[in-house]
């Protein structure tokens, strides 16, 4: 405010030293000018917010309000000193002072905003590692992304992509627009690294196919959030993250149907076994969206369950409700998180039969899902008695106990391991389902009836384990990326997709049901970490490029470990209302033959006698064929 009212008085010096030639002190009828300059000008700067603006991030908007301004502070002036005329002062000096005041103002802003924008200049010419990008999408998030990074100066931008022809070959705010033909020759030209995707409204089809022309161009490739989180406030235009797992699987995420996500929470008491881990607290974070009336942790890992309790609080106290809030993809979806849900934390084991007993007793839950296990196909298969107790007689024990309490409903989240297994794990989750399928066919005798069903699933992208962290870990090191086997194929599907599939699947049951999730086509392994090595902007190292960064090694099969996944057991599923959810219908042992074969398998397990525990696999699950030699 200081220096615009020095530019009021210059302005008035300037224009009667350019009128009339009189340079030296203010006289009288100077002073009115500077005293009408001063009154006029401030109240209109004020009310079009000249003061709200931060010199450093002034764009194009700023200047537009300046322009404004002086239209209306130059027609007051031309009135009353130009028309209406005032004694002793020239009638052009109501055109001559605005002029010069004009364009001080304006040249100040200018020059300041480039001063505290390049303070930084001398660090920027001599940071060779400075990206220089390219911005995919020249629409209104694009132009927003290249406005603030121009202000950051943390990346330069070289240009726009877009696909609508009728903006190609123009520029924007002095950026050029490039057609997407040829996009690789452009990056090799211009010396590209990052290309950064500004097309939050984009089909996963068409994301799909741009990440696919980007491969082995050596750039990295990040990308804006998506439309809902920009149109609902979650995330700002600046808030360029790597591609998250739907980019690289390339597949689309069908939204839930929330009445099939509320019919088994709403203003219940939910309990989540596994709490802490990958599924668990995912179903935990997409439960609280639709108001349970208590939420119970249960996980036997105390950092895990304190995780999740925390975030969870957190949540509900709105200091992360926005991360938690959205379980679709359109705005009716982005839910209010109701603070009276109360949370419970347990620590506890789900073997633990008194413990679980006296928790399900004091809680009364109406629904359980069963998320805990052991699913580290290695480590379950170096210790098969741990693995088995607490997949096996852990699900039992928890589904006992929900019978003998009344619990309604109880979900089994489950895996494609468990179809024809070639592993201890898979083997172990198979019998948890016919634990469940066989007690979900006992009738009823107590008057008490349980709602036994399973939902069963392929890997899940992001979880502990999972490859894509290994992969990322493991590039972020300078690689190698290790593979077991480079056909090695599997179904993947991202950690929030499977948590909302399990929980629809869960209001579908009738009794004994096994869901199977449409996991699209099966992924092979080293076409994904190539695509991972691509879009970190790196190039794979092999014989054919011995230069490239990242080599990738086959290490061969471990033991337990297959080629290639099943969800099927059968040839038979049926459809239900969801598009992404079948049922299938497959043979079980009845709970008095499984009960028999439990005991003897109880009892392998307590001599620690691992051929007769494998025997006894075999028998419980006909397709179980151990693969002892996969690494040979």
């Known amino acids: 405010m200081l220096f615009d009212a020095f530019f009021c008085g210059f302005s008035v010096w300037l224009a009667f030293g350019l009128r009339v030639d009189q340079w030296g002190y203010f006289e009288s009828e100077q002073w009115i000018v500077f005293i009408a300059s001063i009154g006029f000008s401030f109240p209109l700067f004020i009310s079009f917010g000249l003061y709200r603006a931060i010199f450093r991030y002034v764009g194009s908007a700023a200047f537009l309000s300046i322009t404004h301004v002086f239209i209306i502070y130059t ?11 005032v004694d002793n002062v020239p009638r052009s000096i109501g055109i001559i002072q605005p002029m010069a005041l004009f364009i001080g103002i304006g040249a100040s802003r200018y020059f300041v905003r480039h001063w505290l924008g390049g303070i930084n200049i001398t660090q920027k010419v001599f940071r060779r590692s400075q990206p220089i990008a390219l911005i995919y999408g020249a629409g209104s998030a694009g132009r927003q992304l290249a406005l603030g990074l121009s202000s950051n100066r943390e990346i330069l931008v070289k240009g726009f992509i877009d696909d609508d022809p009728r903006i190609q070959k123009s520029t924007i705010n002095g950026i050029s627009v490039y057609p997407n033909t040829d996009v690789q020759a452009l990056i090799r030209r211009l010396g590209i690294s990052d290309v950064l995707l500004a097309i939050p409204s984009a089909s996963a089809e068409r994301r799909s196919e741009i990440i696919a022309s980007l491969n082995g161009s050596g750039v990295r490739v990040r990308t804006l ?28 995420v069908v939204p839930p149907k929330v009445e099939l996500l509320e019919k088994n929470i709403r203003n219940q008491v939910i309990l989540v076994t596994g709490a802490g881990g990958s599924i668990g607290s995912e179903l935990c974070r997409q439960i609280i969206n639709f108001s349970p009336k208590s939420l119970i942790l249960v996980d036997s890992s105390e950092h895990s369950l304190y995780l999740i309790y925390e975030e969870l609080k957190r949540a509900l106290i709105g200091l ?16 209010h998180l109701d603070s009276s849900i109360k949370l419970v934390p347990c620590l506890a084991s789900v073997r633990d039969e008194e413990l679980l007993l006296k928790l399900f007793r004091a809680h009364q839950p109406a629904t359980v899902f069963h998320a805990a296990a052991y699913k580290h196909v290695p ?3 170096q210790n098969p008695v741990e693995g088995i107790r607490n997949n096996v007689f852990g699900t039992l024990t928890c589904a006992q106990i929900s019978l003998k309490c009344g619990v309604r409903n109880f ?11 070639t592993n201890v794990m898979g083997a172990s989750k198979r019998i948890a389902e016919l634990v469940l399928q066989a007690m979900a066919d006992i009738p009823s005798k107590s008057g008490r009836f349980t709602n036994f069903s399973m939902v069963r699933f392929g890997n899940v992208l992001g979880s502990s384990g999972s490859v894509a962290p290994l992969f990322s870990a493991q590039i972020a090191a300078g690689g190698p990326i290790t593979l077991t086997h480079s056909e090695v194929t599997r179904y993947f599907m991202t950690i929030p997709e499977a948590a909302q599939l399990v929980i629809q699947a869960s209001s579908m049951a009738v009794g004994g049901d096994v869901f199977v999730l449409d996991m699209g086509e099966p992924v092979r392994i080293y076409d994904l970490a190539v695509k991972m090595i691509y879009l970190s902007g790196l190039l794979v190292k092999d014989d054919a490029h011995p230069h490239g960064d990242i080599e990738i090694k086959v290490t061969g099969l471990r033991p337990g470990e297959k080629l290639y996944e099943e969800l099927l057991i059968g040839d038979n599923p049926q459809p ?3 598009s992404k959810i079948m049922k299938a219908h497959e043979e079980f042992l009845s709970w008095g033959d499984l009960e028999q074969e439990l005991k003897k398998l109880n009892v392998a397990l307590d001599a620690c006698d691992y051929k007769l525990i494998r025997s006894a696999l075999k028998k419980l699950v006909p397709g179980y064929q151990p693969n002892d030699n996969a690494g040979d």
């Open 576 to 578: 239900t209302v969801h």
């Open 225 to 252: 959030p998506g439309l809902i989180e920009l149109a609902s406030g979650l995330a700002k235009v600046l808030d360029l993250h790597d591609l998250d797992m739907n980019d690289l699987l390339g597949r689309s």
């Open 379 to 381: 480590l379950v298969e």
């Open 75 to 85: 027609s007051i002036f031309c009135i009353i000193f130009t028309i209406i005329s």
């Open 411 to 421: 979900i089994l989240v489950s895996t494609d391991k468990a179809v024809r297994p």
């Open 320 to 335: 992360e409700g926005s991360s938690l809030a959205r379980v679709g993809d359109d705005q009716d979806s982005l839910l």
